[in-house]
Each structure stands twice: as C-alpha cells, then as structure tokens.
C-alpha cells in the first residue's frame, strides 16, 4: 500500500501547479482524499478535500477560488491543480486517505511522502 504526491517545483507568483496523488495497492475512490500543507515552522494545515460518494469538495479560505481537487478513478489519481499561487502558499503538500472529508489530520490514515511547492520571483 503507498501513496504518493509528486508535481512539486518551483513556480514564479501567479502561476500554476498541478500535483498528484496517485495510490498503488489499493483503490482510491472508496476513500476521502484530503491536501494539506506545511510550511517551515508552521503546523500542517488542511487546504482541500474530496469526498468518496458524491465528490463534493471543500476548501480552505485561503486556496477558495485558487484551487481545486479532483478525482480520476479510472487513474487511481487525486489532482490538486493550483492557480494564482502566491509566496504564502509555499509549503511541502500531503495527501492522504480517509474515511470522510475531514480538516482534522488525525482523521487520515494513509499519507503521501510529500511534494515541494516553492513560489518565488
């Protein structure tokens, strides 16, 4: 069982990201997907999650408007495409498996190894 997030870089402000979380040894649409974040000394922070029936997403005030989850179930892949970046969203982004959307990271199970987004001029 692993999950993995990849799609990380370096990307001028205003620009755009497109990470993935991708699953191998299990299937992804029984499970809520969760993105968070953290930034150097700060504590990790919920930025988006998906629901496993009816796909309703939910956001935090910060990314609303900027980003957005999706899921591929014929890929086994979540997507967090990230428009309008700013220096603030710079962070190491998680993904992470669960029963029900959750802003809680103790409601997730299984986590990615992490992707690093650095927006910079």
């Known amino acids: 069982v692993q999950l993995q997030a990849y799609g990380g870089g370096l990307v001028q402000p205003g620009g755009s990201l497109r990470l993935s979380c991708a699953a191998s040894?299990?299937?992804?649409?029984?499970?809520?997907i969760g993105w968070f974040r953290q930034a150097p000394g700060k504590e990790r922070e919920g930025v988006t999650c998906?629901?496993?029936?009816?796909?309703?997403?939910y956001y935090a005030d910060s990314v609303k408007g900027r980003f957005t989850i999706s899921r591929d179930n014929a890929e086994n892949t979540v997507y967090l495409q990230m428009n309008s970046l700013k220096p603030e969203d710079t962070a190491v982004y998680y993904c992470?498996?669960?029963?029900?959307?959750?802003?809680?990271?103790?409601?997730?199970?299984?986590w990615g190894q992490g992707s690093q987004v650095t927006v910079s001029s």
């Open positions: 992470a498996t669960g029963l029900r959307p959750s802003w809680s990271s103790n409601d997730y199970d299984y």
């Open positions: 040894g299990f299937t992804l649409d029984y499970y809520a």
């Open positions: 998906i629901s496993s029936d009816d796909g309703s997403t």
